[in-house]
T-cell receptor, first 110, second 117 residues
Framework: QKEVEQNSGPLSVPEGAIASLNCTYSDRGSQSFFWYRQYSGKSPELIMSIYSNGDKEDGRFTAQLNKASQYVSLLIRDSQPSDSATYLCAVNPTGNQFYFGTGTSLTVIP | GAVVSQHPSWVICKSGTSVKIECRSLDFQATTMFWYRQFPKQSLMLMATSNEGSKATYEQGVEKDKFLINHASLTLSTLTVTSAHPEDSSFYIC?????????????FGPGTRLTVT
């Protein structure tokens, strides 16, 4: 079982819609969770971090964490073509360990 | 804040030569730096983790004598690809974390694209 699992996609949504990206993790003791965006040919960029159960909103992005279900998601409201990228979920179980998912490719169709 | 730079952004070298890539945290002290490799259309692959002043910890299957990592200060880590071969051509990305309690956010450099001819 992989430490972090994501649907690889591709996920396509029309412009203006809500894009929903999901991630599950295996280490129940994990405390820190992150979402990164990676454009083709570029390095990952941190867009959200979440540490507590519930929702965390930042502009058009909302991260949701449910530790009981070992599930973290990212919602992108009012999706724009510029949101088209690969989204990586990362989990930090402890100290300097980080596990990345393989990423979900998102395409926003104008 | 939390800016990580890498140099060079791209490099072409001949087979058998060595290439050094620098990774710097510009506005924070990076207790830990990570080195990743990414092939086209594939996911990030962690190569090694380095803590300032300590030997790097390499992931299984990564040759430590081929990929030399030095983390000499809290703001600089280097990756040297020794005796490079065409199969080493890839996108090399470093990242850094300050390791402060409650903030293990990892910030990535812009990456270095290595082509070995």
């Amino acid at each position: 079982q992989k430490e972090v699992e994501q649907n690889s996609g591709p996920l396509s949504v029309p412009e203006g819609a809500i894009a929903s990206l999901n991630c599950t993790y295996s280490d129940r003791g994990s405390q820190s969770f992150f979402w990164y965006r990676q454009y083709s040919g570029k390095s990952p960029e941190l867009i959200m971090s979440i540490y507590s159960n519930g929702d965390k909103e930042d502009g058009r992005f909302t991260a949701q964490l449910n530790k009981a279900s070992q599930y973290v998601s990212l919602l992108i409201r009012d999706s724009q073509p510029s949101d088209s990228a690969t989204y990586l979920c990362a989990v930090n179980p402890t100290g300097n360990q980080f596990y990345f998912g393989t990423g979900t490719s998102l395409t926003v169709i104008p | 804040g939390a800016v990580v730079s890498q140099h060079p952004s791209w490099v072409i070298c001949k087979s058998g030569t060595s290439v050094k890539i620098e990774c710097r945290s510009l506005d924070f002290q990076a207790t830990t730096m990570f080195w990743y490799r990414q092939f086209p259309k594939q996911s990030l692959m962690l190569m090694a983790t380095s803590n300032e002043g300590s030997k790097a910890t390499y992931e299984q299957g990564v040759e430590k004598d081929k990929f030399l990592i030095n983390h000499a200060s809290l703001t600089l880590s280097t990756l040297t690809v020794t005796s490079a071969h065409p199969e080493d051509s890839s996108f090399y990305i470093c990242s850094a974390t300050s390791g402060q309690e409650s903030s293990y956010e990892q910030y990535f450099g812009p990456g270095t694209r290595l082509t070995v001819t």
